[in-house]
């Protein structure tokens, strides 16, 4: 397969997550993300002007991109929930909304998901493989996953095992009900879609590493569902927080 190569890689340098963490609680708390203090901040983490710049650039784009997202954060979750949300619900939370600046996540977590089912271990190369098939194989590609894997394990999702390796964490289950229908409208509006079956939610390749549980969710703003029995009908995403 030749690729797609019109789709966003994007990202070519490792964000780190406990960063998006804190500037996220900034950005709930006041409304804004203070761009000269993200900037000095990535200077701690890169050496050099030009890796801290690049650094930086990505970091503003995963909190500031994906309006929806931010916007319901800020909105429906606010900062005082947030500041309670357990290290995993934060994750999920985290993972939706760096996967809106860079789709590349999602990619490779439906990659991951589907090995992981029928497999404990994955090897670097083969998603690499398949994540060439997406986006046409270069080094562009190559450098965007040494950013990508170090922040899924950072994240929780995956564990390295040794160079190269890694391992699922699966299964880990999303207690905050804001959190969990956020998850789901990322999930939806990630593949493409407007609405996904509730007969098929839990085995979605998106609900394999954080699992939310079934909507609806009280007092839901991003999802409406649709159902005639306990099983049937759809979830569907729309665009109002």
């Not at 040494?146 to 880990?172: C, H, N, Q």
Request: charged share 25%; aromatic share 10%; with cysteine.
């Amino acid at each position: 397969m030749m690729g797609d190569k019109t789709r966003f890689v994007g990202i070519n340098q490792r964000v780190p997550i406990e960063l998006i963490e804190k500037y996220l609680a900034n950005y709930i708390q006041t409304g804004c993300i203070d761009r000269d203090a993200l900037k000095a901040e990535m200077t701690l983490v890169y050496e050099g002007k030009n890796r801290a710049g690049k650094g930086a650039l990505f970091a503003w784009r995963i909190l500031t991109h994906d309006e929806v997202s931010l916007s319901f954060v800020r909105k429906s979750i606010g900062s005082t929930r947030y500041n309670k949300l357990k290290k995993t619900d934060r994750a999920a939370l985290i993972l939706a909304i760096v996967a809106g600046a860079y789709p590349i996540f999602a990619d490779i977590l439906g990659i991951l998901a589907k090995v992981f089912r029928v497999q404990e271990l994955v090897s670097r190369g083969y998603v690499t493989q398949k994540v060439g098939d997406l986006y046409g194989s270069n080094k562009t590609l190559e450098i965007a996953l040494d950013a990508v894997f170090p922040m899924l394990v950072d994240l929780g999702v995956i564990t390295r095992e040794k160079v190269g390796v890694y391992r699922a964490v699966s299964g880990i289950e999303i207690a905050d009900e804001k959190v969990a229908e956020l998850f789901v409208a990322s999930g939806i509006r990630l593949s493409g879609g407007k609405h996904i079956s509730l007969d098929d939610f839990e085995y979605r390749d998106w609900h394999f590493f954080f699992k939310p549980t079934l909507p609806p969710y009280k007092d839901q703003s991003i999802l409406i569902v649709t159902a005639a029995g306990a099983r049937q009908g759809y979830v569907e995403y729309r665009k109002k927080t």
